[in-house]
């Protein structure tokens, strides 16, 4: 018998979904249309995943430069998590292939981080033993994009038998209609969906800092459309 290594006895666990600067910022190559309250709600729930010690298992894309993908290419700033979606105790995979894992990772580690080459982590082996192994109460699912990342992710959980609740206000997309499509058939499936609020209770943080546009600088007021016209 394999003796599982990533089990662990807690109540929760956050699923930090692909939480990479080219979907979550202005400047990124592939911005989801709703960055600014996603941003709020992800800084959110990562300072009270610090405060309360939940673990994190974020999910990382990775592509090999010159593959035809215009985001998340090996090396470049896009590809980087959002800064404050990453733990100072961290473990990182690259996807290899291989589903080798350290043992109690999860007891040593505050993050693991996985990569993956694709879009849909229980394609890659190492992802799918991770995710599959764990046990606690509850998977709280945040990151982007709703209609595919996401999507394969908790819907992979919930085929698993995993309990799993998606926080709707900390999932970004970059089509509205396919992501309400996305969270009914995760819904249907079995997952609860939540807002940020209702998990952690309101905070004051307004200002999402790590974005330089105008919107989450606090500079862009209706009021000033039509300056220089
Ligand atoms: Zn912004």
Not at 78 to 93: A, I, L, S
Not at 99 to 106: E, F, S
């Amino acid at each position: 018998m394999i003796r599982p290594v990533v089990t662990l006895r807690r109540r929760r666990i956050i699923i930090d979904v692909d939480t990479q600067k080219d979907f979550l910022l202005a400047s990124g190559n592939a911005c989801v249309r709703n960055h600014r309250r996603v941003l709020q709600n992800v800084r959110r729930v990562m300072a009270w995943a610090r405060m309360k010690n939940v673990r994190v298992i974020s999910t990382k894309q990775i592509y090999d430069a010159g593959n035809g993908h215009s985001y998340c290419v090996l090396g470049t700033e896009g590809c980087r998590k959002v800064p404050y979606t990453v733990r100072q105790n961290r473990v990182t995979f690259v996807a290899d292939g291989c589903t080798d894992l350290p043992r109690d990772i999860l007891k040593t580690y505050d993050q693991v981080i996985l990569h993956k080459r694709c879009v849909n982590p229980f394609d890659e082996p190492r992802a799918d033993r991770v995710l599959g192994e764990i046990q606690v109460n509850e998977f709280v699912v945040i990151g982007a994009p709703a209609e595919d990342a996401v999507k394969h992710t908790v819907l992979g959980l919930l085929i698993r038998r995993k309990p799993v609740t998606v926080l709707v206000d900390a999932v970004g997309s970059h089509d509205r209609g396919a992501a309400e499509i996305a969270f009914r058939q995760m819904e249907a499936k079995g997952a609860k969906l939540a807002e940020t609020k209702t998990l952690l209770g309101s905070s004051c943080l307004r200002l999402v800092g790590v974005c330089e546009c105008d919107r989450c600088q606090g500079r862009l007021q209706k009021k000033s459309f039509g300056v220089g016209a």
